[in-house]
């Protein structure tokens, strides 16, 4: 029993009754075995009870051993799931890998005068039916069905699920008010809004579900996924967001071939984002120089403005229904990429001008609420400024292997830039000279580079790429070489 002993018991088994007298026996989101372990079973009951909480909007199902599912006695049973092997793999193991990964479950073990129980949790369908082994499963009545058997309820499901927002899915049920303190950081929300501390629950109660960190469910209260990812104190706490904390890598050189430190975030967004800050900042590649006073300084190519808005950026529009990836940071001898699953919802190139379009809508609201993203949505411009009056090659924004890469370089001549590296900082300069309703020139762009007149034909050259790469239009085709202006295609 030592397996079990470790864990933590979270059910007890009042809950269990809770469960039963709630749903009056087995029903589509509810299932009772005594000892019948099979895997393939198993599976499939996972793959039928998700997708059919998601069919009706239930934040959990239901699997229960140890009750008889024709007289509802409370028998025990002899299942331990942690002791059941599928073949040369674990029984929970094999489940993970075999199941689509838009599933979350969790095994929860009761000892109730000397019974065992066990209570396997299982999260509603996202983005997708649940399926094992290629099939889809629903319930009909009490029997496992394939979903393709049954076209007007898959047509059903697939409304559903397209219509279903990440955030706003339960991340955890509470039957006891106080865990939501336990679980969320209270003291970090209150900071970050700038209000005094709430001591009365109602009072906090009210707070959150006005920011939808929590919402009322038929157990009570639940915490929400927007609520567990942006408070949680230890993600791992909620089986819904538990592999969504931010990976940070730091590598020594410029490819992955040596990694000097790898560390994945546990803290919700908010609760850790300042810290997170602190540790990448303190992580680039930094350069010490002596100032005029003869004292030490180390400075750095990658700003805490510019690391800042593309971290915050790459929160708030992931693709959270992608299970499996984190957002990333990468911190290499000269680049910072920063990642996010997903891809984007609108294109690369109109990162600068166009008005921001969040999947998550409700994340990207509360982060404008604690200040870590801007409500105008300039996150970009700012980015872009920064870079161009630092004189560093532009940022590089790329749509790839179904993520997001945003890309930071350190100090390059323009001499020693690619064509490619040209090319861009020449758009992203003409694009963020538009948004201010000034046009790009061969002036302009010598500033933004830092060189002088005398390398006015290095910098028509650089003009003429971006116009054959058809990322910059003249304004007036007809002005003569000296009064040329330009703008980016889209204007």
Known sequence: ??????????????????VLN?????????????????PDRIAKYISALSNEAALLDISEAYLIWGINDKTFKFVGTDFVPEKKRRGNENLIGWLERSLTK????????????????????????????VRFKGSA?????????????????????WQKLNTQKFEMNIAKEINDPNEIRR??????????????????????FEHFLSNKIICKSHMGYAITNLGALSLAKNISSFPTIAKKGVRVIVYDGDNKLVAKTDYTGIKGYAVGFKGLLRYVLGQVPHQEIIEDDGQRKNISDFGALEIRELIANALVHQDL???????????????????????????VNRFLDLPPKSRNENLADLFKQFGFVEERGSGIDKVVYSVESKELP??????????VIATLFSKKEFKDLSESEKIRAVYLHASLRFTSRKYLTNSSLRERFGVSAKKSSQISKAISSAVNAKLIVPYDPDAGTKFMKYKPFWA
């Open 394 to 403: 532009a940022p590089e924004f790329l749509s790839k292997n179904n993520s």
């Open 22 to 38: 709630r749903e009056y026996g087995e029903n589509e989101i509810l299932e009772l075995k005594e000892n019948n372990g099979d």
């Open 321 to 347: 229904n992608i299970n499996g990836t984190h957002p990333t940071i990468e911190i290499y001898n000269t680049r910072v990429e920063i990642s996010n699953p997903g891809i984007p919802v609108i294109d």
């Open 137 to 157: 499963y629903i319930r009909s009545g009490s029997s496992l069905k394939d979903l393709n058997d049954f076209p007007d309820k898959e047509s059903i499901l």
């Open 183 to 204: 679980l969320l950081d209270v003291d970090t929300y209150t900071s970050l809004l700038n209000i005094s501390p709430i001591e009365n629950d109602e009072l906090l």
């Open 1 to 18: 029993m030592d397996l079990i002993e470790k864990r933590e018991k979270l059910m007890q088994i009042s809950d269990i009754k809770k």
């Open 102 to 129: 838009n599933v979350h479950f969790k095994f929860e073990h009761i000892n109730d005068n000397d019974k065992e129980f066990v209570v396997l949790l299982i999260s509603k369908a996202t983005a997708h039916p």
